[in-house]
């Protein structure tokens, strides 16, 4: 990361202009937060990008056209227990609904009301709690730090730990801010984006460039982590600008926008990682670092075949060196290569460790290879020795915990 | 199943001329057998299909070569325990010692013999053990049908059942038998075929029309199923045909050629699906039937997309219908349809019910969904509407067990 890129406190409401608020509108769960709204006081430039899955839920429909449509956009209001997928023309209304009545409180248009949800597919969302849910947040709209931690929660489902970030920087010497908040933690597989990822920044930037920047950063972060292989319907990451930095707007692509990439990156990264490392049941954050690749789409390639094989995963929960898995998962991935020209290596606090190379196992000791697999952070570290393209992917182990949390998720 | 197929008791020593051994050689396992051998009386016309995956065992570089060479076999020679994969010239060495070992001791030569292993990865093979164990089972051989059963169980690994088949059809009038054992059961994802699989049969019947048949069944037996979706290094399917049945060889397509084709078809659907109800931890076989589809493509890529999502797989073994996991599970296999028109049921001995049709779920009771998916064998039936192509795939229920497999693999 360079050194005008500073990491401050705070999540989405950190930039300027930014509010947020959280209320136990009992969608589905009890006892908790689960539903959100992030406002910005002046109009925004929006950027997104969705779920590839064919199958897309209706709030995912109704934020891609608004996205599309390119007018600004001013709120978002979103929920959990519920994910509003698979419910047809009904599920649709709703999101209508809710655009409608968020408008309606915050005196704004429905086009700029985004709607996200996330939780169970298949099921109906109830109009009255929503209505109420969303009356509450209305009139509990704060700036705080705080708040944008508090909305953050509402939109957690087997996530156990909140994920946002924000950072600052400088352009034409006036400061920055650019903060984010992200929920995994189940069908996560991201192709076009990740499950829920809001962005806010103060920063005044084009439409256009704000749209090209989420889509490059996003190839290599949200779209490089998985969980369990399962592309959710409802992925979604939007990144609202409202320009309130006072900082001049970029218009063009330059050193001003390489800087905002490098931010924008830093954030991406920062959320992925989250999001992998509480995956369902995860103990550990599980990495693939491949170098020496000829292409960075192999590289790519290669990196998330290893986070992503079931037997990787259980390797890693068991703190069992069985390397040769990890060929394995290489070897499947579509990217031809030598096996005999491959280094292999694991790496974390607990030390690093030349585990194969030459084409078989090299010579190392099996107790200090477990310790280092026994960190909550292990990295697999992959030289192809065909090129100089690198890429990073980020998983977590496969737990006991991971099945019970599915096999009884909606229990 | 065509009336003109039976199927009959046994396995590899269930044709003509086949005998079998099994012994216990100690390369890795306590207490149990762990080689097999498996021997024709007679020279053998031979076809296979081997991994796709590009970090290949040794036993698939040599079989590949012998089977490419288009040469008689008369042998197979399998252990468990060790892979022989990530094992460099070393490994391949021991191949051919191996081939050397059955070779003089059934007077043969040892480009006719073929080697399998399966097992951990990365570990060499203990040549000695070999050695002993190959002079037990050249003097052990036996055409008993318990031979061949005691081939299957020695080449086991987290199997909890033997895998065997074996089928009787006429051609000109003289019956014909075709049999045949495999072994599963974690990193199952058979691309080009399955993980280790060997068909006996006393058809007289050309090289070329058996390596034809044996590519066309693969892709809707072996290559349907899925236990974890890792491709292993190892996935053998062999098929000798030595012709001792004394039926007519088949030397062009026709009806002879389409009913052994549809006792192939048999015998591999068998194994598959005894192979993905015998998956590591499984509690259940999982099956998608996609009909409807637009090409034959799309319905097996489709139904495989299901059987292959590790949340569908933990909500059987949850017997909680949770659907909306199917519907993301069609929507990210990269085939294009509109969720609108796509009908699900679930299916077992305990009734059929509809689940979700005309964009949303349809009226149904929850009790009696899950008294469904309690079934040990569960089918997903799922009606495209968009034409006339169907295909069906086999994986089972993901459970603490497979985690616990997987974790402790090697200890």
């Known amino acids: 990361m360079s050194d005008q890129i500073k990491i401050i406190p705070g999540g989405v409401t950190a930039a300027k202009g930014f509010q947020a608020a959280a209320t136990a509108a009992h969608i589905k769960y009890k006892d908790r937060t689960d539903m959100a709204l992030v406002v910005s006081s002046e109009k925004c430039v929006c950027a997104g990008t969705f779920t590839s899955n064919v199958v897309k839920a209706a709030p995912v429909l109704w934020d891609r056209q608004i996205v599309e449509a390119g007018g600004f956009v001013q709120a978002i209001v979103a929920n959990s227990g519920i994910a509003n997928a698979c419910t047809g023309q ?53 700036d705080s730090l705080e708040a944008g931690t508090a909305a953050e929660k509402a939109i957690m489902t087997t996530d156990t730990r909140p994920k946002e970030i924000a950072v600052t920087f400088e352009i034409g010497g006036v400061p920055v801010t650019l ?38 950063v996003v190839q290599d972060s949200f779209n490089m982590i998985s969980v369990d292989g399962d592309t959710s319907t409802n992925d979604t990451l939007l990144i609202l600008a409202n320009g309130l930095s006072g900082a001049p707007e970029i218009t063009s692509e330059g050193p001003d926008y390489a800087l905002f990439l490098e931010a924008l990156h830093t954030v991406c990264c920062d959320l992925a990682r989250k999001m992998a490392g509480d995956g369902e ?103 192809m020795h065909m090129g100089a393209e690198e890429a990073t992917a980020w998983g977590c182990d496969l737990s006991y915990d991971y099945v019970k949390i599915n096999a009884d998720y909606r229990s």
Chains 1, 2 share one sequence.
């Open 179 to 216: 903060g984010g908040m992200a929920k995994g933690s189940g069908m996560i597989h991201p192709n076009m984006c990740t499950m829920l990822s809001f962005l806010t920044t103060d920063l005044a930037i084009s439409r256009e460039l704000l749209q090209k920047a989420l889509r490059e």
């Open 281 to 383: 049941g995860a103990t550990c954050l599980f990495t693939c670092r491949v170098t020496g690749a000829d292409t960075k789409e192999h590289a790519r390639t290669l990196a998330k075949s290893v986070i992503c094989s079931s037997l990787t995963k259980a390797m890693i929960y068991g703190h069992d060196c069985n390397f040769g898995r990890v060929l394995c998962a290489l070897g499947y991935s579509g990217v031809s290569f030598d096996p005999a020209h491959v280094d292999l290596y694991f790496e974390s606090t607990g030390g690093r460790i030349h585990i194969y190379g030459d084409g078989s196992a090299k010579e190392y000791s099996e107790e200090e290879a477990s310790k280092i697999l026994a960190d909550p952070e292990v990295i697999a570290l992959v030289d």
């Open 90 to 142: 009904e599920g649709l209304d709703l999101c209508r609904m809710e655009a409608e009545e968020v408008a309606s409180r915050l005196v704004i248009t429905p086009e700029s009301v985004l709607t996200a949800s996330t939780g169970v597919i298949g099921m109906q969302l109830p109009p009255d709690r929503l209505k109420a849910g969303i009356e509450d947040l209305a009139s509990s709209l704060s």
